[in-house]
C-alpha cells in the first residue's frame, strides 16, 4: 500500500463518516446530484468535443503533443506497421486503463485508419488518442458546468432533512450514501488523471505509477465505471 492508496482510502472513510454526519436525505442530494451531473455531462459533451475540436486549436495542438509522445513508443516506423503482435505490445505499454487500452487495439485495422484519415501506425495512436483526449477535456468541463447547475438547484432540497422522524434512518442511509459519493468522486479524479497523463505531466505520470504498483487503486482504476459510461463519447 502507498501513498496514493492510503489518501483514497482515508477519503473514502472521510466521506462514509461526514455522510453519517450529515444524514441521508442530505448526502443523497449531493450524491444524486453527482451522478445526474454525470447524465448531464453525457449528452452537453458531445457539443462541448465538437466545439473545441472544430472552433478552437485546442485539437490541434493536442494532436502535436501526442504525436511527440508517441514517438517515445514507436520507432523503426516502416517495421512496426508491418508488424500486428509489436503494435499491440506498444498499446499494452500506454499510460491508460485497459478499457482504453481495448478500444486501440479494436480499431487498429484499415477501417479503423480509414475512418481517421491517418496511414501509419504512429500516426494512428497520435490522432485517436487526440480525439480521445478532446473528448475527455469535453467530458471534465461538461461534468463541472453540470454540476455547478444542478448544486444551484439542490440547497432548497435540503430543508427536508431537518424533519425529527427521519433522524436515525437519514445517519445511517447517509453512512452509506457518503460511501457511494466518495467512490464517484475517486473515479472521477482518475478520469481526469487519464486525460493529464497524456500531456506527460510529471505528477500525472507518477499518480498513474503509484496506481498501477497498488491492488487497491488498480482495481478502482481499471472497474471505473464512469469510464465505461462515458465510453460511447469518449470514441
Sequence with gaps: MNWLSIVVLAFLIFTII????RGLIRTVISMVSVVLAVIL??????????FLEEQTPVYDKIQEICEAQMENYVSGTEEIDRDGEKQSSIIEELPLPESLKNSLLLNNTAEGYSQLVVG???????????????????????????????????????????????????RV?????????????????????????????AWCREMYQLIQEDTFLNFWYNN????????????
Excluded at 461526514?18 to 454526519?21: D, K
Excluded at 471505473?224 to 470514441?235: D, K
Design 41 to 50: 455531462a453525457s449528452f452537453i459533451s458531445p457539443h462541448v468535443s465538437e
Design 18 to 21: 461526514n455522510g453519517f454526519r
Design 120 to 170: 501509419t501506425f504512429g500516426e494512428y495512436l497520435s490522432v485517436y488518442i487526440a480525439h480521445m483526449l478532446v473528448k475527455g477535456i469535453a467530458a471534465v468541463l461538461s461534468f463541472i458546468l453540470a454540476m455547478i447547475l444542478i448544486r444551484l438547484l439542490s440547497f432548497a432540497l435540503e430543508s427536508v432533512a431537518q424533519l425529527p422522524v427521519l433522524s436515525s434512518i437519514n
Design 224 to 235: 471505473n465505471v464512469l469510464l465505461h459510461f462515458m465510453q460511447g463519447f469518449l470514441g
Design 173 to 201: 442511509g447517509g453512512g452509506l450514501a457518503g460511501a457511494v459519493q466518495g467512490i464517484l468522486i475517486v473515479w472521477i479524479f482518475f478520469l481526469i488523471i487519464t486525460v493529464l497523463c497524456n500531456f506527460d505531466f
